[in-house]
């Protein structure tokens, strides 16, 4: 393992996983360790659709490129790596994320992030056995100022609502139909309906493969 600088700084680290198209989406304190999560930056997209692991034709791409790239991160950073798949048991993702101050529940109850909105997605996070100083989350969540609320009346079956939550048979009966290929080709509507998730700017092509891993499940 790398000897690591005693002077690590969460920019440190956003600096170091964003060469391989990660971004810090956040970060939380436990005991005496911090856990920085890790998700696909704007950048991500280009770098993994050549990657080895995209191009090998074998099953799980997505989790075998981030176990890959997050563990050579962990080892050269003095840091434990951390996955939300593997299990059972599985590491508690969404108690991180709602605790960092950086994602909440939305209106239609998929999480959303500050920067991400409801493309947010987590490939893993690193461990650290120290305290590092998180900055300051912002302070309200990005559907406190939402007056539209798109994402609410966007799924054309209703299979998300405020009410009743997620009717995810409907949502897989719909992928099955014609008028599903939108949603099948370029991602879920109501997670593009997000004004913080068009800034966002995923690929269709990325968002796709999601979508197709989803609707195998």
């Not at 659709?49 to 490129?65: A, H, I, V």
């Not at 048991?89 to 239609?108: D, E, M, N, T």
């Not at 009346?153 to 048979?169: E, H, I």
Request: charged content about 15%.
């Amino acid at each position: 393992m790398a000897a690591v600088s005693q002077e690590l700084t969460y920019q440190a680290v956003a600096t170091t996983v964003s060469l391989d198209g990660l971004s810090v989406m956040g970060g939380v304190h436990e005991d005496e360790s911090t856990i920085l999560l890790l998700g696909p930056s704007r950048e991500f997209w280009p770098l993994f659709k050549t990657s080895d692991e995209m191009l090998d034709g074998q099953s799980d791409p997505f989790n075998r490129w981030s176990t890959r790239i997050i563990t050579r991160m962990a080892d050269g950073l003095g840091a434990t790596p951390l996955f939300p798949f593997g299990g059972p048991p599985y590491a508690p993702f969404l108690r991180w994320a709602l605790a960092s101050g950086h994602a909440w529940s939305s209106p239609v109850g998929m999480l959303v992030h500050d920067q991400a909105g409801l493309m947010v997605s987590f490939r893993g996070a690193l461990k650290f056995a120290r305290h590092i100083a998180l900055p300051a989350p912002p302070p309200h969540a990005p559907c406190d100022t939402c007056t539209d609320m798109p994402c609410l009346g966007a799924c054309p079956v209703g299979a998300l609502s405020r009410d009743a939550g997620y009717n995810v048979d409907a949502c897989h009966t719909y992928l099955d139909t014609s008028a599903g290929r939108d949603c099948m080709a370029n991602g879920c509507i109501a997670r593009r309906a997000c004004p913080v998730s068009q800034s966002f700017g995923r690929d269709p092509a990325q968002s796709a493969i999601h979508m197709q891993y989803f609707h195998r499940s």
